[in-house]
């Protein structure tokens, strides 16, 4: 199968999980305890009021009318308007896409070379003092939750020794790179222990498959062996592994946002779920939808060029 005809059948495959996914959000939406024009209407609303405030927002309308709207609307890149506040929908996401991209870029810069470089030298020692102490490290810190290990760094250095800001609160994540790094280190944690694993794993796989045997009695360097022939190969396993971190990143990473108090994705959604907000939940679910099927496309591309025998056997 030639990469162009697997793109076409994956990217058909992504359109109809986002259809799906949408369906499903708006009825799952709709299905949420409380009503916003209450919310709206504010402590012991008159019935009256409530009725007015459901017909000015649209709620007495059937559900089926709504979703077809909504579906029209967002063909044309219309993500509605908040019930709570009347911003549309666009500015949320503007407004919080920014923090949880600063947090995913910075995250990713940091995770896949750390990765690579842990994985290959514990297979390159395999069995050895080194492998050991990663393995042992990685499978600890993997057993610990992100809120527990962001509670214990805040605690230590923002609080005790004071070395680095507890939050981010009124701080500018660019212009005050230090309030970064507790909530950097929260995030890159379990992912790196996971994806060094499997660097490892693959990478010992590949150093003993046929075809490096074979480029070995070919006569080809070692160095060469190992990063030319070998590692593409072990990174494929890690590939799929990375895309999946990529989409916990992108798609609001709410416990460290809420801990560290950043105004990402994860905060907006939250909130837009206390409040019953559900334009502003269905606009997110959209975005998180689409960010999981475009991330997944790209890395089973990649992992078809990296090795296409294992695509084409699974």
């Not at 842990?118 to 297979?123: F, I, Q, Y």
Request: hydrophobic share 60%.
């Amino acid at each position: 199968m030639s990469l162009r005809r697997y793109a076409a059948r994956r990217l058909a495959l992504g359109l109809v999980q986002v259809l799906a996914v949408v369906t499903v959000v708006f009825l799952l939406v709709q299905a949420l305890p409380g009503d916003a024009a209450v919310a709206l209407a504010g402590d012991n609303p008159d019935p009256k009021r409530i009725e007015q405030i459901r017909v000015a927002m649209g709620l007495d309308r059937p559900p089926l009318e709504r979703f077809g709207d909504w579906v029209a609307g967002l063909a044309h890149g219309d993500f509605g308007v908040s019930l709570i506040s009347g911003r549309p929908v666009v500015e949320f996401l503007h407004d919080g896409l920014g923090p949880t991209l600063v947090l995913a870029v910075l995250a990713l810069v940091l995770l896949i070379p750390l990765s690579v470089l842990l994985g290959v030298l514990a297979a390159l020692r395999e069995g050895g003092p080194l492998d050991r102490a990663v393995t042992t490290v990685t499978v600890g810190l993997h057993s610990i939750p992100e809120f527990a290990l962001a509670v214990v760094l805040i605690a230590l250095f923002g609080v005790q020794l004071r070395w680095l800001p507890p939050t981010a609160v009124g701080a500018d994540l660019l212009g005050q790179p230090a309030v970064l790094v507790l909530p950097l280190v929260v995030l890159v944690a379990r992912p790196l222990c996971s994806i060094s694993r499997l660097v490892r794993a693959g990478m010992i796989d590949a150093l003993a498959s046929d075809h490096v045997r074979h480029a070995r009695r070919l006569g080809i360097g070692v160095t060469r062996v190992r990063f030319a022939h070998a590692l593409p190969t072990a990174l494929a396993p890690a590939v799929q592994q990375v895309a999946r971190t990529t989409d916990w990143l992108l798609g609001g990473v709410i416990v460290v946002e809420a801990v560290f108090v950043i105004p990402g994705l994860g905060t907006i959604l939250v909130d837009a779920v206390a409040g019953r907000d559900l334009p502003v939940v269905q606009g997110l679910a959209v975005v998180f939808a689409v960010t999981t099927v475009v991330v997944n496309l790209v890395a089973d591309l990649l992992v078809f060029r990296l090795a296409p025998r294992s695509v084409a056997i699974a």
